[in-house]
C-alpha cells in the first residue's frame, strides 16, 4: 500500500513561486501519478500527471507553461513546479496514483492512494 504526503504549499502573493513535493513511503517508480487540486465549492480538477514509463508529462491548459511535474524515483518523491501564480490556483493541491499503468489520463476516478493535500494561496 502506497502513502503519499504532500508538502510545500503556502501563501505567495501573484506572479510568485511554490514547489510541491509528494512524498511515498512506498515505491511508486512504476506508476503513472498525477496532482489534483480543489478550490472552495468546486470539484476536484486536473492539474498535470507524470507517466513512470519515459517520463512524458500533461498538462491542464490552464496550467500550461507555468507548472512543471517532474519526480525524483531514487528519493520516492514527485514534484509540482509553481511559477507565475494566479490567485484563481487558489487550492488544496493533492497527489495520487494511477491506474492505469500506460495512458496519462486526467479523470480522478483514474487515480487512487490520495494524499491530505497541501494548501496553496495566492494573493492579489
Known amino acids: 500500500q502506497v502513502q503519499l504526503v504532500e508538502s510545500g504549499g503556502g501563501l505567495v502573493q501573484a506572479g510568485g513561486s511554490l514547489r510541491l513535493s509528494c512524498a511515498a513511503s512506498g515505491r511508486t517508480s512504476s506508476y503513472n501519478m498525477g496532482w489534483f487540486r480543489q478550490a472552495p465549492g468546486k470539484e476536484r480538477e486536473f492539474v498535470a500527471a507524470h507517466r513512470w514509463v519515459g517520463g512524458s508529462t500533461l498538462y491542464a491548459d490552464s496550467v500550461k507553461g507555468r507548472f512543471t511535474i517532474s519526480r525524483d524515483n531514487a528519493k520516492n518523491t514527485l514534484y509540482l513546479q509553481m511559477n507565475s501564480l494566479k490567485p484563481e490556483d487558489t487550492a488544496v493541491y493533492s497527489c495520487?496514483?494511477?491506474?492505469?499503468?500506460?495512458?496519462?489520463?486526467?479523470?480522478?476516478?483514474?487515480?487512487?492512494?490520495w494524499g491530505q493535500g497541501t494548501q496553496v494561496t495566492v494573493s492579489s
Open positions: 495520487a496514483t494511477s491506474l492505469f499503468g500506460l495512458s496519462l489520463t486526467r479523470s480522478p476516478r483514474d487515480y487512487t492512494n
